[in-house]
């Protein structure tokens, strides 16, 4: 079983930077495939962008309204991934989850995924 707990994002005026974090017990993180998901109020929770299993190769892919802007990558050796977030937009303001699935290439679909973290809330200020 593997047990993720996010931490990081906050408040941030537009053009701002933010990086949220998420940490893996349990397992070995390297096998899992992570996508990040956000969800803003009145919305369904939408992908953002993954990143592959390290023995996928760690590929990652965005969704193009974050593509050049946010950055997804992993350390296996502190089996955490991290989302790194650059010139954020207002419209960039939701809670934002991570998700993990073993063994298997990113997926866009949050039924594809096994684990969640508790979500983190990030707020972009115009």
């Known amino acids: 079983q593997v047990r993720l707990v996010q931490s990081g994002g906050g408040l941030v005026q537009a053009g701002g930077s933010l990086r949220v974090s998420c940490a893996a017990s349990?397992?070995?993180?390297?096998?899992?495939?992570v996508g990040w998901f956000r969800q803003a109020p009145g919305k369904e929770r939408e992908f953002v962008g993954g990143?592959?299993?390290?023995?996928?190769?760690?590929?990652?892919y965005y969704q193009d309204f974050v593509k050049d802007r946010f950055t997804v990558s992993r350390d296996n050796a502190k089996n955490t991934v991290y989302l790194q977030m650059n010139s954020l937009k207002p419209e960039d303001t939701a809670v934002y989850y991570c998700?993990?699935?073993?063994?298997?290439?990113?997926?866009?679909?949050?039924?594809?995924?096994?684990?969640w973290g508790q979500g983190t809330q990030v707020t972009v200020s115009a």
């Open positions: 998700a993990a699935r073993p063994y298997s290439g990113i997926s866009d679909a949050p039924r594809a995924y096994d684990h």
């Open positions: 349990g397992r070995t993180f390297s096998t899992y495939t």
């Open positions: 990143i592959s299993l390290s023995g996928g190769g760690g590929n990652t």
